[in-house]
T-cell receptor, first 115, second 109 residues
């Protein structure tokens, strides 16, 4: 049973560029959340996708956008990259139950470096 | 004030010691509390999950919630070098998870 898979594992971009990160959820899961983890910090919630729609959003600018596909996989797009966007980007999947305490399973992340 | 505060450490203890990791939180309405373990270059892995107050035990790990003082703890008994990792406390708020900054733990053989 495959867990959450993310690609690529590492990425180097320059300021002003755009980047797309990809995530496949754990088998049987239908909800995908994205988190940003800066060095030495805990993960911060970016947004969550369910039924191909953004359901919740954290305190991130519009430069951060996403998409969920019919097979539940997801993409995170970041435009006009800033040096401060350098971080580990984590995808987490869960099964939507309507409860407020769905358990998240995380991928290993994509390490993004902006030069 | 941050919703979840956690001492970043690092914390270094000898093998076999009892480890105590702690967090405080700000909102008394929080009900679901979690501990995640994160190894280097990996995503967080759910370790313990607690609802409301009290203790929950799983092998060498015990999670404790004290709602009166808004304090959550994770105890590790008979610590092993393989327990060396960053431990993140987390709470559920409005259907999303809010993490502490993590405590880096090192177990010396």
């Amino acid at each position: 049973d495959a867990g959450v898979t993310q690609s690529p594992t590492h990425l180097i971009k320059t300021r002003g560029q755009q980047v797309t990160l990809r995530c496949s959820p754990k088998s049987g899961h239908d909800t995908v959340s994205w988190y940003q983890q800066a060095l030495g910090q805990g993960p911060q919630f970016i947004f969550q996708y369910y039924e191909e729609e953004e359901r919740q959003r954290g305190n991130f600018p519009d430069r951060f956008s996403g998409h969920q596909f019919p097979n539940y996989s997801s993409e995170l797009n970041v435009n006009a990259l800033l040096l401060g966007d350098s971080a580990l980007y984590l995808c987490a999947s869960s099964l939507h139950t309507g409860a407020t305490n769905e358990k998240l399973f995380f991928g290993s992340g994509t390490q993004l470096s902006v030069l | 004030q941050k919703e979840v505060e956690q001492d970043p450490g690092p914390l270094s203890v000898p093998e076999g010691a009892i480890v105590s990791l702690n967090c405080t939180y700000s909102n008394s309405a929080f009900q679901y509390f979690m501990w995640y373990r994160q190894y280097s270059r990996k995503g967080p892995e759910l370790l313990m999950y607690t609802y409301s107050s009290g203790n929950k035990e799983d092998g060498r790990f015990t999670a404790q919630v004290d709602k009166s003082s808004k304090y959550i703890s994770l105890f590790i008994r008979d610590s092993q070098p393989s327990d060396s990792a960053t431990y993140l406390c987390a709470i559920y708020s409005a259907s999303k998870i809010i993490f502490g900054s993590g405590t880096r733990l090192s177990i010396r053989p």
